[in-house]
């Protein structure tokens, strides 16, 4: 399957401040996603990243909070915008085929 | 909603020893998916189960889909220390079959 490179891969930031995450896939991919993966906890699905147009984000997740881009087949960002503590987390960049395949995460800690 | 329930939550085995987990429902899947999650990294898919009854191995991995289609379980044989990790089952959710939902997870850890 088709590898996937998150950057950054860790980060700390400071409350208020924004992120943003960029995934590249090295072949084109039909579908993307950015899951959240809490501490301890499994994957929760933010949005699924469309090409050239707005992402479908899923109940509790907005555009405003996590905006997210993907201007062509291999490649999305998702930012982390006016963070706080609870948005410590593990963000992940999916990717869809025929199966469906994860990026190392990027891990986030919010002081 | 749907739910995916995973048993155990976690386990501490002997090396050596065999491993059973497993995924349960109240809704039907059509698909099962079992993934590993190691220390620091995403999720890698280990086995997709497409029919029900449909027993699958991969290495000394083995997954069986339910024939009631509510229910799938995993057993690892003869475990190792590089087992150690989170699984996590999965399947389609029924408003967006390209959209999975995912299970609790077990964690295992392996005495050595």
């Known amino acids: 399957s088709a590898v996937i490179s998150q950057k950054p891969s860790r980060d700390i930031c400071q409350r208020g401040t924004s992120l943003t995450i960029q995934c590249q896939v090295d072949?084109?991919?039909?579908?993307m996603f950015w899951y959240r993966q809490q501490p301890g906890q499994s994957l929760t699905l933010i949005a699924t990243a469309n090409q050239g147009s707005e992402a479908t984000y899923e109940s509790g997740f907005v555009i405003d909070k996590f905006p997210i881009s993907r201007p062509n087949l291999t490649f999305s960002t998702l930012t982390v915008s006016n963070m706080s503590p609870e948005d410590s987390s593990i963000y992940l960049c999916?990717?869809?085929?025929?199966?469906?395949?994860f990026g190392p995460g990027t891990r986030l800690t919010v002081l | 909603g749907q739910q995916l329930n995973q048993s155990p939550q976690s386990m501490f085995i002997q090396e050596g020893e065999d491993v059973s987990m497993n995924c349960t429902s109240s809704?039907?899947?059509?698909?099962w998916l079992w993934y590993k999650q190691d220390p620091g990294e995403g999720p890698v898919l280990l086995i997709a189960l497409y029919k029900a009854g449909e027993l699958t191995s991969n290495g000394r991995l083995t997954a069986q889909f339910g024939i009631t289609r509510k229910d799938s379980f995993l057993n690892i044989s003869a475990s190792i220390p590089s087992d150690v990790g989170i699984y996590f089952c999965?399947?389609?959710?029924?408003?967006?079959?390209?959209?999975?939902?995912f299970g609790s997870g077990t964690r295992l850890l392996v005495r050595p």
């Open positions: 999965a399947g389609p959710r029924m408003d967006s079959s390209y959209k999975l939902i």
């Open positions: 999916s990717g869809r085929t025929d199966e469906q395949f």
């Open positions: 809704s039907i899947f059509n698909t």
């Open positions: 072949s084109q991919v039909t579908m």
